[in-house]
């Protein structure tokens, strides 16, 4: 849509965006809602599919695990359940356009081994499988292991984590990092790893096991590298995960699903062009920041959103105008964390300052 279409039609102004009055003039802020509804994402291809290109491969510490730099995060809604088909085709195409990793893990109610364990069936033996342990229906640790294998047909897992909160070293479940590294040892797993929300939680794990790779809320506009005073100023922590061997994950690039649909309505009014793709815009800040992670895991719901994604991935580089509508978004938009979430989710109320980034 042309920047006249928006003179013309308006500002945007829906129950997301509503409680800001619809206003973006100096000194407003725009307060995010949390919302997900499956009619924000149509399932229509409005999209032409990536000519060209290629997604970068890395390695997951210096486990041979290659990964692509960017992956699948399989997390899904509720409302998407139903479109099973939809989401194979997207699936596949994604694996066709150079995604060989795949994030998937149960939660919520919304199961996803075995369908994610059918739409992957036919590139199995050449796909990367990233899961989060994370015990359902009264299995134990060893249950829920061998149940994943079993869903997906395999003898190993290629990448498997805990989230820091499931292992504390010293604490109730602690027996489940010894499950883990004994596993690798057997080669059923070739890559342990953590997910964080917090900096102190990867401190615990990080001196106590050798992990092979950490996973950290990173984006544009939060993140948990940011020392709070300047922009581009990092704590340690990317380069203490590196220094241990282990890769740097970057999840949530687009923040969380609640908040995608309303961030992109934010940015439509902030785009002088007109022209502008809020999602690669995000993707590119990643890819540019430095951080440089070795794979960075984003929710898709549509193969739009996946075309789009790939197209980043294809074309890194980032201009000045997606640069300038960031700022601007950063400036405007507030998520309203500590009213909508458990204390693990309050890192979206850290909001970044302008980064350096690399060339």
Known sequence: MKRRDFIKNGAICTGALSAAGCSLMPGKK??????????DYPFKITRSRPKTGAVPVREIGNTGVNVSSFGYGAHMQHDMVPFVKERENMIRESY???INTFDIYDHWGVEQ?????????PMMDD?????????RDGRNTDQEFNRALRIFKRDHIDMYRLNVNLGKPGGEHYDKWEKLFRWKEQGKIRAVGLSIHAPEEAE???DEFPLDYVIIPYNFYHNLLWDGRTGGKYEPLAKRIEDKGASVVVMKPFATDWFAAPMIEAAKQLDETGELSLPQAMLRWVLNSPVDPDLTIGGMFTMDHMYEDVEAWYNPSISREERKLL???RNVARIKAASLYPKEYHFLDQWAVEPVHTA
């Open 204 to 206: 615990m794990i990080l």
């Open 113 to 121: 081994f075995e369908p994610m364990g059918k739409h992957l069936a």
């Open 127 to 135: 796909v990367v499988l990233s899961l989060n342990l994370h015990l």
């Open 30 to 39: 725009i307060y995010l809602e949390k919302r997900f509804d499956a009619k």
């Open 96 to 98: 066709e356009l150079g």
């Open 327 to 329: 700022k601007k978004l």
